[in-house]
């Protein structure tokens, strides 16, 4: 009984909503919204520097920076991701962001962690991998 009460009482994590750093967000929105399907959830600021968008469950936070985030090219040395993103369907997602031009950074393939994967990358050099499960797959 005691156990199912803790059980109960557990906060469950219902998502994560990574912060991206962009240099320009009127730019970024457009690109996130024109090539990877994303939709604005929220702006804020005068003139607007925070957005959030969504696609279905998934949500980004872009934050507008002046100047550089990251030393160097360590992103690009390192393939830094900006975030992951699971999908249900990950090689239609990837036929659908190639047709819309979006910048693949690494092609879909099945990688040796038990996932079918690949990277886009926006214009401020943002990683986003978009993986599904490999024993999930049809």
Request: with cysteine; aromatic share 10%.
């Amino acid at each position: 009984m005691a156990d199912q009460a803790q059980a109960l009482a557990r906060a469950t994590l219902s998502g994560a909503y990574p912060q991206l750093f962009v240099s320009d967000l009127a730019a970024a929105l457009a690109f996130y919204r024109d090539k990877l399907g994303f939709a604005a959830a929220f702006s804020y600021g005068e003139p607007p520097f925070y957005a959030q968008i969504r696609r279905d469950r998934a949500r980004l936070n872009l934050r507008e920076m002046h100047g550089p985030v990251f030393a160097a090219d360590v992103r690009e040395r390192q393939e830094l991701l900006a975030a992951h993103i699971p999908v249900e369907n990950v090689a239609a997602l990837h036929d659908e962001l190639g047709k819309a031009g979006a910048s693949i950074r690494r092609k879909l393939a099945e990688r040796p962690w038990d996932a079918t994967d690949f990277l886009v990358e926006d214009p401020d050099g943002n990683l986003i991998c978009f993986s599904s499960p490999t024993d999930l797959q049809d």
